[in-house]
């Protein structure tokens, strides 16, 4: 967060000042934000998903005369009232490189411009345009999902992000305030299963209405709190996970920590439509915030080609994002502007899966089976493939965790990837993080892209 801010020099103040001085900086950087964010954009927006019946139809014609009149590259596009969908289909279907190639003549760079950026393991790094009315309008409907969980904005609100917070000499002290939000954020990228006491002791302290941020780093905090007994004598209203795979485990650990729903949410730094959870586990798209296809690939399985209307700068138009969902259903072809969609899990990126011997893949869903009845010895783990048949399993135990244990979980990965398989333990204090603070459940390093185009909404 800081270091996007600041240059070299006050970047420099900054780590070098007193703790209390730190506060400070990320409180005025709060007040910036909180002036830029929650404008009177913000509020036409928020009031305008609150009111709600918007219908359908309205919202695409209005979203493909928005591509005819201002963006270069859909200029020649045909609409038909009286067939709008049929017209929306003879739209061409987008990829990564079109974007990429094409920002200018597919954008309307009209407004308080500002570039996102997304990368994948590739190194290629890829970017879009956003206006302050896209912002507005993105900060307006996170607040509109929270709202459904009774947590009102500007609520007290506790954020686990990779955004840069601490020196590397913290001291143990993991957070720091944003008076503006009335929001604490802790440093995930410091946070161990040996230092995470400290973030519960001082997060009691907090109280906050609300968690967000990323789940491995939530989660190491509830498996503290349910290994030692802890219930804190505050309500948590709801959680917010963002920015990785949510697995079941996980949720459930979370849930029971805090007695309270976890709801996970679901965007990109490209602009895609938010997809949330409810409270009964499934998952609904936001159709005031786009369209999605869905392309059957497996049993369930579903690749989703989005179109996103809270993007008019650079507008995402049938977009194959590369993540996929479960669905149960066995159509070949769904759509969220036809078809009634619940989603039962959002499976995340394509190719963050391991490949088994009979050329399965084998996803983070299925593959935390594993784990299963094990979560009170397992704190965390997480799955390597180096090579055809050779995984690494990386795992963070309680002492309580038996060589039994790692022999049930090794019969389960042979039951997901073939007798073939070459697994290997390794045990160590904590998980490596990613540069943005993330932990990778799985990591596949035979030579497949991986996306890390959600973001981090913390601040």
Known sequence: MLKKMMNTSVHDIYFSSPVFMQHAFTSVYGYKLRRERYNVLYRRAFRRYMEGGTNPKEMLSDFMHHLKQNIPFYRDIRIDEGNLFESFLALPVTVKEDLRNGLEERSHTVGIMRKSRTSGT????????????????RMAYLDYI?????VKPFSKRASFTGQELTPPDHRNILWRYNKPMNQI??????????????????LVRFRP??????????????????????KPDFEVRAVFPTAETLLPHVKRDIEKAFDTV?????????????IYGTEDGKYIVGKETGLIEFERVGHHLYDMIVTSYINRATPIVRYRIGDQVEIRSDRKYLNSFDDDIKIERIIGRAADYLTGSRSNRVTAVNISWVVDGLEEKVIQMQFVQT????????????????KHD?????????????????????YMEAIPKEKNGKVRFIINQTGKEVSVGDTDESV
Do not use: C, W
Not at 122 to 137: F, H, M, P, Q
Not at 211 to 223: E, Q, R, V, W
């Open 122 to 137: 590739t190194g290629k790094n890829l970017a879009v345009y956003d206006s302050e009315y896209d912002r507005a309008d």
């Open 406 to 426: 790692e022999d049930i979980i090794r019969d389960r990965m042979y039951r997901r990837l073939g007798e073939e398989s070459v697994i290997h333990f390794d």
């Open 209 to 230: 209405v609300t968690l967000d941020g990323f789940p491995t780093s939530i989660h190491m905090l509830a498996k503290y709190m349910l290994s030692n007994g802890l």
């Open 146 to 150: 929270k709202m459904q969980s009774g």
């Open 185 to 202: 954020l802790y440093a995930t990228f410091h946070m161990t299963p040996e230092n995470v006491g400290h973030v519960y002791e001082n």
């Open 262 to 274: 976890v709801i996970d949410q679901y965007s990109s730094s490209e602009g895609a439509p938010f």
């Open 387 to 402: 090579g055809r048949y050779h995984y690494v399993v990386n795992m963070v135990v309680e002492d309580a965790f038996e």
